[in-house]
């Protein structure tokens, strides 16, 4: 049931006229909600950072025989920016319990979880068991690809080096407005925050105080994209699920680009150490980009 509805989300998609495509949207919406109270809640979530290779880490994921993907989308962005909706809209998007095999999880993925200043402290609240995934890509090569998404979907006009030098002005005031306004949505703190959501210390620092070091597993995704199998064991014994391994790992949802200018990464790099150190003491942890 699952796997079909997410092979006529797809092809409509990429084949229904908007008009249609809402129509159904809102259909799949619908069925989801009135049917909540007979579907699962997730008991994992990976919750960021993004461009740190979560879209490999789901697809993993989702194709392990015990785990169960949400029934449409991968990104239900539920506890940052629509939990507005209610509870009843968020377990919507799992798949029914009388449908799961016996020992099955659920999960999701929302790559603004971990940055955003109210989802933590949300998930801890409406999912207090739930375990945390969270990938750490070399926090430079992070901001750099990210500007080139947000560049890539237009949410951002100026070059990765102008963007740099405006994002203090842009995001000025914005965390204390988004914590003052719960329903306020930021579009700078979301799109436009390169330095920001590459100091992991300051994310595991609230996630550690909210939810708990032993609920928070830490993903380095160089050593995890060097041995996918190896690091994907371990992934698996951390969450109880029984040991299975894909035939084969594949990179998804990267954007090649040019090289960093040198002299530009020197100063990122920098810039970076000291929040990196401070979380390698916080994680007992050593980052493999610092080894």
Same mark, same amino acid.
């Given at each position: 049931?699952?796997?079909?509805?997410?092979?006529?989300?797809?092809?409509?998609?990429?084949?229904?006229?908007?008009?249609?495509?809402?129509?159904?949207?809102?259909?799949?919406?619908?069925?989801?909600?009135?049917?909540?109270?007979?579907?699962?809640?997730?008991?994992?979530?990976?919750?960021?950072?993004?461009? @740190?290779?979560?879209?490999?880490?789901?697809?993993?994921?989702?194709?392990?025989?015990?785990?169960?993907?949400?029934?449409?989308?991968?990104?239900?962005?539920?506890?940052?920016?629509?939990?507005?909706?209610?509870?009843?809209?968020?377990?919507?998007?799992?798949?029914?319990?009388?449908?799961?095999?016996?020992?099955?999880?659920?999960?999701?993925?929302?790559?603004?979880?971990?940055?955003?200043?109210?989802? *933590?402290?949300?998930?801890?609240?409406?999912?207090?068991? *739930?375990?945390?995934?969270?990938?750490?890509?070399?926090? *430079?090569?992070?901001?750099?690809?990210?500007?080139?998404?947000?560049?890539?979907?237009?949410?951002?006009?100026?070059?990765?080096?102008?963007?740099?030098?405006?994002?203090?002005?842009?995001?000025?005031?914005? *965390?204390?407005?988004?914590?003052?306004?719960?329903?306020?949505?930021?579009?700078?703190?979301?799109?436009?925050?390169?330095?920001?959501?590459?100091?992991?210390?300051?994310?595991?620092?609230?996630?550690?105080?909210?939810?708990?070091?032993?609920?928070?597993?830490?993903?380095?995704?160089?050593?995890?994209?060097?041995?996918?199998?190896?690091?994907?064991?371990?992934?698996?014994?951390?969450?109880?699920?029984? @040991?299975?391994?894909?035939?084969?790992?594949?990179?998804?949802?990267?954007?090649?680009?040019?090289?960093?200018?040198?002299?530009?990464?020197?100063?990122?790099?920098?810039?970076?150490?000291?929040?990196?150190?401070?979380?390698?003491?916080?994680?007992?942890?050593?980052?493999?980009?610092?080894?």
């Amino acid at each position: 049931m699952a796997s079909g509805l997410r092979t006529l989300t797809r092809w409509a998609g990429a084949n229904a006229p908007d008009p249609v495509l809402d129509a159904a949207r809102q259909g799949v919406e619908w069925w989801g909600t009135v049917s909540a109270p007979l579907r699962m809640l997730p008991s994992v979530i990976i919750i960021g950072a993004q461009r @740190s290779g979560t879209t490999t880490l789901y697809r993993m994921l989702s194709s392990h025989p015990a785990v169960l993907r949400p029934t449409a989308s991968k990104g239900i962005g539920y506890f940052d920016v629509n939990y507005d909706r209610g509870m009843r809209w968020y377990q919507g998007h799992f798949p029914l319990a009388r449908q799961r095999p016996a020992g099955a999880v659920t999960f999701e993925s929302s790559g603004y979880y971990s940055y955003h200043p109210l989802a *933590v402290r949300r998930l801890a609240a409406d999912l207090p068991e *739930v375990k945390l995934l969270m990938m750490l890509r070399e926090p *430079v090569d992070r901001a750099y690809s990210a500007h080139r998404h947000e560049f890539n979907r237009g949410f951002e006009t100026e070059s990765f080096e102008r963007a740099l030098d405006l994002e203090p002005a842009r995001l000025a005031g914005e *965390v204390e407005r988004m914590l003052e306004e719960p329903g306020y949505q930021s579009y700078s703190h979301r799109h436009h925050s390169y330095l920001g959501r590459s100091r992991y210390i300051d994310q595991v620092l609230q996630i550690h105080r909210l939810v708990g070091p032993e609920r928070l597993y830490l993903v380095d995704a160089n050593r995890f994209f060097a041995a996918p199998h190896e690091e994907f064991a371990a992934i698996q014994r951390w969450l109880g699920l029984p @040991s299975w391994q894909p035939e084969k790992v594949g990179v998804w949802n990267a954007q090649p680009r040019e090289p960093l200018d040198p002299a530009l990464r020197r100063d990122l790099e920098d810039y970076f150490d000291p929040f990196d150190r401070a979380l390698e003491r916080e994680a007992g942890i050593r980052l493999s980009w610092r080894s």
